[in-house]
Nanobody, 125 residues
Framework: QVQLAESGGGLVQAGGSLRLSCAASGRTSGNYVVGWFRQAPGQEREFVAAIRWSGGSTYYADSVKGRFTVSSDNAKNTVSLQMNSLRPEDTAVYYC??????????????????WGQGTQVTVSS
């Protein structure tokens, strides 16, 4: 069992930056994959980025490539999402998720077994 908790959301002006953190507790291992997703009101949950818990391999949605960076800190059991050049369309509740087994950087929410409670990110124009 893995527990996840996001932090770092808030209100920022367009062009600004935020750093989200996902703290993990429980049974994690290098084979785990952590994904970031977001969901705006009335929209489906959307893939943002994914990383292997052990670090190294990453994958990004086209909409955030070059602006967002995902990283892991195994010593702190934390995965972070650095978000730069934020746009109003980045406004959403951001969730981190984790899954074990085959270390594939899944982009589908159904592939992830564990979820955090989410943190709100609001970008004003």
């Amino acid at each position: 069992q893995v527990q996840l908790a996001e932090s770092g959301g808030g209100l920022v002006q367009a062009g600004g930056s935020l750093r989200l953190s996902c703290a993990a507790s429980g049974r994690t291992s290098g084979n785990y994959v952590v994904g970031w997703f977001r969901q705006a009101p009335g929209q489906e949950r959307e893939f943002v980025a994914a990383i292997r818990w052990s670090g190294g391999s990453t994958y990004y949605a086209d909409s955030v490539k070059g602006r967002f960076t995902v990283s892991s800190d195994n010593a702190k059991n934390t995965v972070s999402l650095q978000m730069n050049s934020l746009r109003p369309e980045d406004t959403a509740v951001y969730y981190c998720a984790a899954t074990g087994g085959v270390p594939v950087l899944w982009t589908t929410p159904a592939r992830y077994a564990y979820w955090g409670q989410g943190t709100q990110v609001t970008v004003s124009s």
